[in-house]
């Protein structure tokens, strides 16, 4: 007599796979250049710093690109920055209305804020919109003072509190740079957008 033994078995596994649809992040990134230069067109200092884009900043972008909601600024203008008395701060929430961290400086002859003239954005990947072709001129005059940074705003006034801000920056290291009467200050803002 013959006994067959048979054994069978099923396995059955699975997986799941979770968060694989695409996505889609933007950076922004700017940076500002200013070149410092005496009454007799010599080099005196030159500094790069990175940018905060400021939340009302960050708005207009949104408003302007996407729904329509913001209106178009077709100029911008540039200004100085100088220390409360202690040193420069930052922060998102700052406007041209309120921002405790800097005061505007103002000792330069332009009767308004330089404009700044910028170039078409490019197509490429960073896109990047700059005014390196024109930069903004400040004409350094009486008693001069301290520099710490530069921002980027829609209000022309000199000191004046209307407008959009853009971004503000501060030197950074080595901080903030003397200037005197005759010198000239150059600034140039570069602006990226990056996937």
């Known amino acids: 007599m013959t006994i067959e033994k048979t ?10 796979s979770c968060n694989t649809k695409a996505g889609e992040a933007a950076q922004a990134a700017g940076k500002y250049h200013v070149e410092c230069r005496d009454k007799d067109g010599n080099l005196k200092w030159a ?5 905060l884009v400021v939340s009302v900043g960050l708005q207009y972008m949104a408003g302007t690109s996407l729904d329509g909601s913001t209106a178009r600024i077709t100029t911008w203008y540039l200004g100085l920055i100088t220390g409360p008395g202690s040193g420069t701060s930052f922060a998102a929430a700052d406007t041209m209305s309120s921002h405790a ?29 700059t005014n390196t072709a ?4 400040f004409n350094i005059d009486g008693a001069g003072g301290t520099v710490a940074g530069a921002f980027l705003t829609s209000g022309s006034a000199k000191s004046g509190t209307a407008g959009t801000l853009f971004s503000e920056s501060d030197f950074g290291s080595p901080g903030d740079r003397t200037v005197v009467n005759g010198d000239t200050l150059s600034v140039t803002y570069t602006f990226s957008l990056n996937v």
């Open 7 to 16: 054994k069978a078995t099923d396995v059955v596994s699975g997986g799941l």
């Open 47 to 51: 500094a790069d710093s990175t940018n």
């Open 101 to 129: 961290g800097w005061t505007e400086y103002v000792n330069y002859s332009n009767s308004t804020r330089v404009a700044a003239t910028f170039v078409a954005a490019t197509t490429a990947t960073p896109s990047v919109i």
């Open 134 to 137: 024109s930069p903004a001129v």
